[in-house]
């Protein structure tokens, strides 16, 4: 642990107040398995898949649990110039506003890279992409749904189902989902991302807002309000802590948290999340920027909402009281007959 402070402070300029390992894991809000993970890849050990005992202080793993251990090569990876060089030209002619050029180049790069590295490279993923994007601006929604998909499977075999870069596409692909009119199939996609991403860093992790966000827009979609309500006050208190609570972003989610509420008749909640929306917004923009005045009429119509809404219970209560009265009354009068 000596050696580990002294190279953090060489290299970062920054000094571990910590004495231990364990006691920093108690101190951070790190997981015990990112780590347990991040030593098995670095030195190249495939373990037993079994459960390790990672909350006591002994070391989690025993040499019986050590499988076999690979050399890890530092080396540069080979770079096809030819895909790269049409690849890149595709890019160009987006920002041209060739969109059909666009995506037979991607094609013909994409081709070169499968005919060069094979079909299940890593270089393939950027052409599966762009492809899907392009597909997406096209409103062929299931072309683009079809590359996404196999972009991400590539990913999932090459780097494995928790790398970060794995992660990020499944949250395209659930978006591709919605797309396509499978919200439930993306519900299921962001729920895998979600498990995977609580597993290896935690809960506190910005990515986590951004699958949350993502959950709770997919909800509030298909009219599950009282879910997406769960969902997005999550991503607020992330946001919080990661943006600050004056932040643009922090005030967008409030503003979707606001609508979700006012669905799911929770007008007090959402009046007070639209409020402090308003006040982010005329913060940031000022109070006669058209993004402020779009909060400011969203927050009158929720206060008109909310009254009529509040007038229509009263009278509902009333009504109901004086059938419960008369009921009431009616009996007495009977039994006194």
């Not at 990876?77 to 002619?93: V, W």
């Not at 991403?197 to 990515?207: A, D, N």
């Not at 989610?253 to 008749?265: E, F, M, P, Y």
């Not at 059938?323 to 009616?330: A, L, P, Q």
Request: charged share 20%.
């Amino acid at each position: 642990w000596t050696g580990v402070q002294t190279e953090v402070e060489t290299y970062f300029g920054y000094k571990l107040e910590y004495t231990s390992f364990h006691s920093a894991s108690e101190g951070v809000p790190f997981t015990k398995l990112s780590i347990l993970r991040a030593v098995c890849m670095k030195l190249g050990i495939e373990l037993l898949a079994r459960e390790y005992q990672l909350e006591g202080k002994g070391f989690p793993f025993t040499e019986s649990d050590v499988i076999n251990i690979y050399p890890i090569v530092k080396h540069i990876p080979p770079t096809l110039h030819l895909p790269q060089e049409i690849h890149k030209l595709a890019s160009s002619r987006f920002g041209l506003g060739l969109v059909k050029d666009c995506i037979d180049l991607c094609l013909e790069a994409l081709n070169h890279y499968q005919n060069i590295a094979g079909p299940n490279n890593v270089e393939t993923v950027g052409c599966y992409k762009d492809l899907a994007n392009l597909y997406l601006v096209t409103k062929d929604v299931l072309n683009s749904l079809n590359f996404q998909q196999k972009g991400t499977f590539i990913l999932e075999r090459n780097l494995g189902v928790d790398d970060p870069r794995t992660l990020t596409s499944l949250i395209g692909l659930a978006t591709s989902c919605c797309n396509a009119g499978l919200p439930q199939l993306g519900l299921k996609v962001l729920f895998r991302a979600r498990y995977l991403l609580l597993v290896l860093f935690g809960e506190k992790h910005p990515q986590m807002a951004t699958i949350d966000l993502n959950i709770g827009y997919t909800y509030h979609s298909v009219g599950e309000n009282k879910r997406a309500i769960k969902y997005l006050e999550n991503v607020i208190k992330l946001q919080d802590v990661f943006y600050g609570p004056q932040h643009v972003q922090t005030g967008m989610t409030r503003h979707l948290l606001s609508k979700a509420c006012s669905l799911a008749g929770e007008y007090r909640q959402a009046i007070q999340q639209e409020k402090q929306a308003y006040h982010t917004f005329k913060e940031k923009y000022g109070e006669d920027s058209e993004k402020t005045k779009v909060i400011s009429a969203g927050l009158s119509d929720l206060t008109q909402k909310a009254v009529l809404f509040e007038k229509l219970q009263h009278a509902t209560r009333k009504e109901i009281c004086d059938v419960i009265g008369s009921s009431t009354n009616g009996d007495t009068a009977s039994k006194l007959n």
